[in-house]
């Protein structure tokens, strides 16, 4: 994704002067590229996340488009309240990228898990968030980043997801985009969780349910009428992503869900506990302790309609 | 902008002096001590120094000051009132219900306001950001942010003058209006800033020391800027907390509290008579 995205920006950086690119000094091997192109649109902040978004703001006031990029939490969480006061109370044209989206950068420690961020951002007014869900999604947000009006928060993984639109799917921030439909059960899917989802949705469909699968790409503002539509539609919905249960997509669809006055489906999240990881564990591993991999995420749907109506197909 | 002669900037010094001291005054809110002590370097600067129009508010070639120590907006407000942005009566909606004017330097629908601050630290990053804009376009605008002292605790400050200082922003400026006394306590007994112009020059700055209520070395430090070449610029004026009126100097205390309507026209005849 984070190949996707950098390829794309300097695209754009290439037709668009205004389009600028500011690093909290991370993205060895990824921005290289872009600084040496674009000198004059490239900035390393260094190790300043504060100064970094405060930097970003004072640009985009005077008449750029600044993209800032750093790992999860520290282009986030260590600079909140700039992020909050500067970049969406002034509705700065910056764009605050995260890579290592959830538990990307696994090992590496608690630090380096960016779990709550979606909720966080996601409060935020003025605040747009958008977690593209595999490396063409990430490419078509990109380029609708840089013409939406105002801050945004885009959410990446890393390197190396799998594709999952075999062709380009119409893309427009705050429309999900529907990648199979069916009326038995919803999968709504958000960041790399789409790849999952997608493969617990062929697993479902071949046991015979009519799954409807979703990506929920942009979180915030939340496609109310895709969820209402599932709800409404479908007897179950599930949310699927690689952050917290508080507060992210599964908070978001359920604060939609819960204002539905029509009879609707119940919900289940999936995602991770909102907890501190205590045992070391690469992205893979980590995802199994939260059952977020596909064998785990299968399974907990299966039980769950089961239950709910005693056969899965 | 044509300099202006030392007793226009003494006389619009008073006014907005009088006017942040009925705006406290009327609204009951707090930081009438850190509004007087900057009453000189706002009246300088927007009096002589900085080239704005307020018919253009957005003009793209404008100088740009942020007021980083928000909490001053009283007088920002008096200040951006009397270069013309706003009209002076408006200046009573003051922290009121249903007004524009927060009681922290908001630019939310106030002309002239160029950020909104008040959680302090947030003001230099942000000049920085413009400074670099502008000298990559080789524009000739250059940006001012106003920080208090106390401020200087904020480790944001210190990232971007760090960042200033390396890429050489000698379009930027800072004035500190260092007048010695934070929200507790005096400066040296919370964090000590001193040496605090070494501290500067350390990071590549060129600094000058004035006396922050004498408008003629405002004016002329301002007017000397940039001080140095490839080096962003600080002006460090020395000043004292609710300077005006005399049962105000250097006491924390009106840091917090408004003055009642009898204090107030004690404290209007004292700025008078000065």
Known sequence: ?313 | MKPAADQDLNALAKRLRSHALRMISAAKTSHIGSCLSVADILAVLYGSILRVDPKRPGWPERDRLIMSKGHAAAILYAAVAEAGFMPTEALAEYARNGGQLYGHATHWGVPGVEMSSGSLGHGLPVGAGMALTAKRAGANWRVFVVMSDGECDEGSNWEAILFAGHHQLDNLNIVIDYNKIQSLDRVEKTLRLEPLADKLRAFGWEVREVDGHDVRALREAFEALPLAAAKPNAIIAHTVKGKGVSWMEGKVLWHYRAPTPEELETALAEVAAS
């Open chain 1, 1 to 313: 994704m984070r190949t996707a995205f950098i390829q794309t920006l300097n695209e754009l950086a290439d037709r668009d002067e205004r389009v600028c690119l500011i690093v909290g000094d991370l993205g060895y091997s990824v921005i290289e590229e872009f600084a040496s192109k674009h000198p004059d649109q490239f900035v390393n902040a260094g190790v300043s996340e504060q100064n970094m978004i405060g930097l970003a703001v004072g640009m985009a006031l005077t008449g750029k488009v600044v993209f800032t990029y750093s790992i999860g939490n520290f282009g986030t969480l260590r600079c909140l309240e700039q992020i909050r006061n500067d970049v969406c109370y002034h509705r700065a044209e910056v764009k605050v990228v995260a890579v290592g989206g959830g538990l990307a950068y696994g090992n590496l420690g608690v630090t380096h898990h960016a779990s709550e961020d979606v909720a966080i951002m996601r409060s935020l007014p003025n605040m747009t968030v958008v977690a593209p869900g595999d490396p063409v999604e990430a490419r078509l947000a990109t380029r609708a980043v840089v013409a939406l009006n105002g801050p945004c928060y885009l959410r990446l993984g890393k390197a190396g997801e799998p594709v999952v639109h075999a062709k380009e799917p119409d893309f427009a921030l705050g429309r999900a985009i529907t990648l199979l439909d069916g009326s038995d059960v919803t999968l709504i899917a958000s960041g790399g969780m789409l790849a999952t989802s997608d493969r617990v949705a062929r697993a479902l469909t071949d046991q015979g349910l009519g799954v409807r699968l979703i990506s929920m790409h942009t979180v915030k503002p939340v496609d109310r009428q895709a969820i209402t539509r599932a709800a409404t539609e479908t007897r179950y919905v599930f949310t699927l992503e690689e952050h917290s249960v508080e507060g992210g997509l599964g908070g978001a669809v359920a604060e939609v869900m819960a204002e539905i006055e029509a009879p609707h489906a119940p919900l289940k999240r999936i995602g991770l506990r909102p907890e501190f990881n205590t045992t070391v564990g690469d992205q893979t591993y980590l995802k199994k302790v939260h059952g977020l991999d596909e064998e785990t995420v299968l399974k907990t749907i299966q039980q769950i309609i089961t239950r709910s109506y005693g056969r899965v197909g």
